[in-house]
């Protein structure tokens, strides 16, 4: 049984009767250029934009579930950290929404930053950090909530490609560790070669191939063809 | 360089040393009351000190300001998250608050003492109104400026409303909200004295309108040193609270 069930998902101006299966613990890699409708997808996972059709998670209807109660973890291009709050309280801020006692949240906290190799940066604030800094702090921040599915936007397309490379590395490996459920959105063949498990290509809203690395750069669908030969 | 940093920093207060000098000796030479030299004028200070006057006064002038501005502060304050949070409320109150926000303070002045007489809630309600459009005005700014990511991020981190209101809207819009606050920090004291000129018997103001009756100059001088005073330490204390707050982050 799928994890992560869409059925004939469509939005308005950009999504097209998209569906896909999605299994536990898989990195998916959703591919297209700027505006195929990738970003709109995982909103539509999340909960953060107006669709029609039906997102199951775990053979649940979430439909009517608000994106508080729908336990995805999400990090965005430009991470929006919060800048008033140091990088520890960022990272608690969702323990501290969820009530989470004080002594918890400091031994959550601390573990997360150990894990992403930022304890030293605890005391910082944003603007202050570098951007691949920001984008360690931003995945400690979705991960410390433990959500059951972890949504990255075009995490890394602004960073230099040496950071950028490491940090590919430590999400590979951090899913690795943590089998958890990840949609990783990107428009870098590259990228989405190194980390995926299984590759969506997604052109102008429709989902135009699903499959292995292998199928998707060795048996490509013809419009997808064509969009490796442009590269 | 040390010595160079010492040297200029002892020329700093020259400028004020020399305008205290001219002016004394202006004072002396003019010899009339009109034109009292600096001497006389910190005298009568301590004069007005030690009979208790000034203070009685200023203690008028800063409990009408600080209620009204508290008053006036938080309701802008209120009008504008509510106005930032809903776009009804912002549709409905926009047009009203483009109206009202550009009339100048005193000019309501008139049609408040005909509704509420000449008393003690006359300046407070002058400078709630003061207060009230800058405040609510920079507030909806700040709180519309908060990116609807930060929002999201928020959400997903399963934050309810009242815990983003409270930890994301309001802390990343205090930046504009201070702007309001010390926008009217000095316009407040400006509006209280010109009341108490006007129509309040009490206060500095009041005090102001007798010297200049008695021909008073010194007095005059005494409560002009005195606001200015008033205005720049009201200025200093939210700018020094603002980077309490913010400072770290910014």
């Given at each position: 049984?799928?994890?992560?069930?869409?059925?004939?998902?469509?939005?308005?101006?950009?999504?097209?009767?998209?569906?896909?299966?999605i299994?536990?613990?898989?990195?998916?890699?959703?591919?297209?250029f700027t505006?195929?409708?990738?970003?709109?997808?995982?909103?539509?996972?999340?909960?953060?934009?107006?669709?029609?059709?039906?997102?199951y998670?775990?053979?649940?209807?979430?439909n009517?579930?608000?994106?508080?109660?729908?336990?995805?973890?999400?990090?965005?291009?430009?991470?929006?950290?919060?800048p008033h709050?140091?990088?520890?309280?960022?990272?608690?801020?969702?323990?501290?929404?969820?009530?989470?006692?004080?002594?918890?949240?400091t031994?959550?906290?601390?573990?997360?930053?150990?894990?992403?190799?930022?304890?030293?940066?605890?005391?910082?604030?944003?603007?202050d950090?570098?951007?691949?800094?920001?984008?360690?702090?931003?995945?400690?921040r979705?991960?410390?909530?433990?959500p059951?599915?972890?949504?990255?936007?075009?995490?890394?397309?602004?960073?230099?490609?040496?950071?950028?490379?490491?940090?590919?590395k430590?999400v590979?490996s951090?899913?690795?560790?943590?089998?958890?459920?990840?949609?990783?959105v990107?428009?870098?063949?590259?990228?989405a070669?190194?980390?995926?498990?299984?590759?969506?290509?997604?052109?102008?809203g429709e989902?135009?191939?699903?499959?292995?690395?292998q199928?998707?750069?060795?048996?490509?669908?013809k419009?997808?063809?064509?969009?490796?030969?442009?590269? | 360089?040390?010595?160079a940093?010492?040297?200029?920093s002892?020329?700093?207060p020259?400028?004020?040393?020399?305008?205290?000098?001219?002016?004394?000796?202006s004072?002396?030479?003019?010899?009339?009351?009109?034109?009292?030299?600096?001497?006389?004028?910190?005298?009568?200070?301590?004069?007005?000190?030690?009979?208790?006057?000034?203070?009685?006064?200023?203690?008028?002038?800063?409990?009408?300001?600080?209620i009204?501005?508290?008053?006036?502060?938080?309701?802008?304050?209120?009008?504008?998250?509510?106005?930032?949070?809903?776009?009804?409320?912002e549709?409905s109150?926009?047009?009203?608050?483009?109206?009202?926000?550009?009339?100048?303070t005193?000019?309501?002045l008139?049609?408040?003492?005909?509704?509420?007489?000449?008393?003690?809630?006359?300046?407070?309600?002058?400078?709630?109104?003061?207060?009230?459009?800058?405040?609510?005005?920079?507030?909806?700014?700040?709180?519309k400026g908060?990116?609807?990511?930060?929002?999201?991020?928020?959400?997903?981190?399963?934050?309810?409303?009242?815990?983003?209101?409270?930890?994301?809207?309001?802390?990343?819009?205090?930046?504009?909200?201070?702007?309001?606050l010390?926008?009217?920090?000095?316009?407040?004291w400006?509006?209280?004295?010109?009341?108490?000129?006007f129509?309040?018997?009490?206060?500095?103001?009041?005090?102001?309108?007798?010297?200049?009756?008695?021909i008073?100059?010194d007095?005059?001088?005494v409560c002009?040193?005195?606001?200015?005073?008033?205005c720049?330490?009201?200025?200093?204390?939210?700018?020094?609270?603002?980077?309490?707050?913010?400072?770290?982050?910014?």
């Amino acid at each position: 049984m799928p994890f992560i069930s869409l059925r004939n998902i469509t939005t308005p101006y950009c999504l097209k009767n998209v569906n896909l299966d999605i299994e536990e613990g898989e990195l998916i890699v959703l591919l297209g250029f700027t505006g195929a409708g990738k970003s709109t997808l995982l909103n539509v996972i999340a909960g953060l934009t107006e669709y029609q059709g039906e997102v199951y998670f775990d053979q649940k209807n979430m439909n009517d579930i608000p994106v508080e109660k729908r336990d995805v973890g999400y990090l965005l291009q430009d991470v929006y950290l919060f800048p008033h709050y140091n990088v520890f309280n960022n990272v608690a801020f969702g323990l501290r929404a969820t009530s989470c006692p004080a002594d918890k949240i400091t031994e959550k906290v601390e573990a997360i930053l150990g894990l992403l190799n930022i304890s030293h940066l605890k005391n910082r604030y944003p603007k202050d950090l570098s951007g691949g800094e920001k984008q360690r702090v931003g995945l400690a921040r979705s991960l410390i909530m433990e959500p059951k599915i972890l949504l990255l936007d075009e995490p890394l397309a602004s960073l230099d490609p040496v950071t950028a490379r490491n940090i590919r590395k430590e999400v590979k490996s951090l899913h690795r560790r943590l089998f958890l459920t990840t949609l990783y959105v990107t428009h870098d063949f590259n990228e989405a070669r190194e980390l995926a498990d299984r590759i969506v290509v997604i052109i102008k809203g429709e989902l135009k191939q699903l499959g292995s690395v292998q199928d998707i750069f060795y048996k490509p669908a013809k419009e997808i063809k064509e969009l490796i030969n442009i590269i | 360089m040390k010595r160079a940093i010492s040297k200029s920093s002892l020329l700093y207060p020259l400028p004020v040393c020399l305008f205290l000098a001219l002016w004394e000796i202006s004072g002396r030479i003019a010899h009339t009351p009109l034109f009292p030299p600096f001497s006389k004028v910190f005298m009568e200070f301590w004069v007005l000190l030690g009979s208790g006057i000034l203070l009685k006064s200023l203690a008028a002038s800063l409990t009408r300001v600080l209620i009204g501005y508290l008053l006036g502060s938080l309701a802008g304050l209120f009008a504008g998250i509510l106005m930032g949070l809903n776009r009804v409320v912002e549709r409905s109150l926009s047009p009203l608050i483009s109206i009202l926000f550009p009339i100048p303070t005193l000019g309501w002045l008139p049609l408040l003492m005909l509704w509420i007489g000449i008393n003690e809630a006359l300046p407070v309600a002058l400078i709630f109104i003061c207060a009230f459009f800058p405040v609510a005005y920079n507030t909806l700014t700040g709180i519309k400026g908060v990116k609807k990511e930060y929002i999201n991020v928020a959400r997903t981190l399963k934050a309810s409303s009242w815990f983003i209101l409270w930890h994301v809207i309001i802390p990343m819009a205090l930046p504009n909200i201070f702007t309001g606050l010390r926008l009217e920090a000095g316009m407040v004291w400006r509006t209280v004295i010109a009341a108490e000129m006007f129509a309040i018997s009490t206060g500095i103001g009041s005090l102001l309108i007798n010297a200049e009756t008695l021909i008073r100059v010194d007095i005059i001088l005494v409560c002009l040193v005195l606001l200015s005073l008033m205005c720049s330490s009201f200025d200093r204390v939210f700018l020094w609270l603002e980077h309490k707050l913010t400072g770290a982050w910014r």
